[in-house]
């Protein structure tokens, strides 16, 4: 088993990811009878659709009315002759059969996607998944149409470019930008591919260890409402009552989902193999699956988005239990990782993880998070170090060592009052009731000397009681 899981592993630096309808003439579900034409059947192609059709062997028909805009592609030995009227045992009745109408085969559908290994065969099932948004082909992805098979696929995308890195058509891989452009020139490929999407061949594949984000999130809601439409237009009601929402899945889940914040030694193909092994490999964990991948978080500030984001490895882990018991197992696989990020993720380039679940008897949250030392000492250090010194000033200011400037703010509402009420110029003080004496000469208009002294008695004051 565990040289099986070694193989698989192999074969995955490289994602290949095949399209699993055709437009054969020989393909059943191509034709309104849900069968291949026979001898007494009348092949209608209708005149305004287009259409690429590849024929594999000879076929006899009564009448065939073909497209205005279309192209069949005869295989060696493929060939159509009118039917003579002698008995054909399959076909007894006869009659109009129509070819299905191929216009609404969506590039962005992951139900019409599969995963391959290099030679072709579909990669069997195993512990790894792939998010929505990674099922269909990926930037670095190597798309294959399978030989001696034609199709037609709509491109439609919210992306400028469609970018992957090879094509493989009617057996014939196309890996760079050049061998692309040449194919596009020919007859076929208008006839295949049609819609506002553009195709672009890179021949490169991903060149961060620590992974490549996808580049499908742009079309993710081309991608959930594909899901949703094959699905019945809604998703499978979780069993646990908050799911967890995974970047890049279209739907909720029970399980757990780790968010890692790495370095530049981290290597994203190393670290799954490693998780494979030691972690997914054991018996108790043989429902988990897990999904993997570099992914783009956007920021927020105090709950607004903002327009740069941040990249991360995301882990997802779903389990296979029901009811109270779905997310348990997956639970207990994230407290592994979890722990086994605490005592090597330095060594692995992890410099943090937070970990979030959500089981059938418990709701969604955060339940733990792993910050390296080396990333967050110098942080800490510097929160501490500010605490020290703003204690030691106030200190040093409680025991009157350190005297702060005495800083007077002139309030808002200080300045209204001024403004509304000011003195006037004149005034130099307030009339005093008791002491309502002018002095000597004021009544009769004379000029009072500048060196004039005036006394007052006090009546409140007794000058004798301050005599010993």
């Known amino acids: 088993f565990l040289l099986g899981i070694l193989q698989l592993l192999a074969a995955t630096a490289a994602v290949y990811k095949q399209w699993i309808l055709n437009t054969n003439f020989e393909t059943a579900s191509n034709w309104d009878k849900g069968r291949v034409p026979c001898a007494s059947d009348v092949v209608h192609f209708e005149k305004d659709k287009v259409v690429s059709v590849f024929v594999r062997s000879p076929h006899a028909l009564t009448d065939m009315y073909l497209p205005l805009n279309g192209e069949l592609v005869l295989a060696a030995g493929a060939a159509f002759t009118a039917f003579d009227g002698s008995w054909d045992p399959g076909c007894d009745s006869g009659g109009a059969v129509r070819f299905a109408d191929a216009e609404h085969h969506a590039w962005f559908d992951p139900t019409l996607w599969q995963d391959v290994l290099p030679s072709g065969e579909p990669k069997p099932r195993g512990p790894i998944f792939s998010v929505d948004e990674e099922r269909v082909p990926c930037r670095y992805d190597d798309v294959v149409f399978q030989p001696e098979t034609s199709f037609r696929v709509n491109i439609d995308s919210s992306q400028p470019v469609i970018h992957l890195r090879s094509i493989s058509v009617m057996g014939q891989e196309l890996n760079s930008p050049a061998s692309w452009a040449g194919y596009l020139g020919g007859p076929s490929a208008p006839l295949q591919f049609h819609g506002n999407g553009t195709l672009q061949v890179t021949g490169t594949g991903c060149p961060d260890k620590s992974g490549c984000a996808c ?27 908050s799911p967890l929402q995974p970047l890049g899945h279209c739907c909720g889940v029970c399980g757990a989902t780790i968010n890692l914040d790495f370095t530049p030694d981290f290597d994203l193909q190393k670290y ?19 999904a993997i ?12 988005l903002s327009r740069s984001s941040t990249p991360l490895i995301q882990i997802v882990l779903i389990d296979d239990r029901a009811g109270v018991q779905a997310g348990t197992a997956a639970e207990q696989l ?18 943090g ?13 955060q339940v733990g998070s792993y910050p390296v030392s080396r990333i967050t000492a110098g942080t800490l250090m510097g929160l501490l170090f500010s605490l020290l010194f703003l204690g030691g000033i106030l200190f040093l200011y409680r ?20 403004s509304a009420s000011p003195a006037p110029a004149s005034d130099k003080g307030f009339d005093n009731p008791v002491f309502n004496v002018e002095p000597p000469g004021a009544d009769l208009g004379e000029e009072i000397p500048k060196d004039l002294q005036v006394f007052y008695l006090n009546p409140l004051y007794d000058a004798s009681e301050t005599e010993t």
């Not at 993880?353 to 949250?365: D, K, L, Y």
């Not at 025991?399 to 001024?418: F, I, M, N, S």
């Open 215 to 241: 580049g499908n999130a742009l079309d993710g809601p081309r991608i959930c409402a594909a899901l949703l439409r094959a699905s019945g237009r809604q998703c499978p009601e979780p069993a646990c009552q």
């Open 334 to 351: 994230a407290a592994d990782i979890m722990e086994n990020i605490a005592q090597h993720g330095e060594a692995l380039g992890i410099s």
């Open 293 to 304: 991948s570099k992914v783009h978080k956007a920021q927020t500030f105090l709950g607004i």
């Open 399 to 418: 025991r009157g060592k350190l005297r702060l400037p005495a800083l007077r703010l002139a309030r808002p509402w200080d300045r209204l009052e001024e």
């Open 353 to 365: 993880g937070r970990m979030e679940v959500a089981t059938g008897s418990t709701a969604s949250g």
């Open 272 to 290: 799954q193999d490693r998780l494979v092994q030691e972690l997914l490999s054991q018996p108790k964990y043989s429902g988990v699956q897990m």
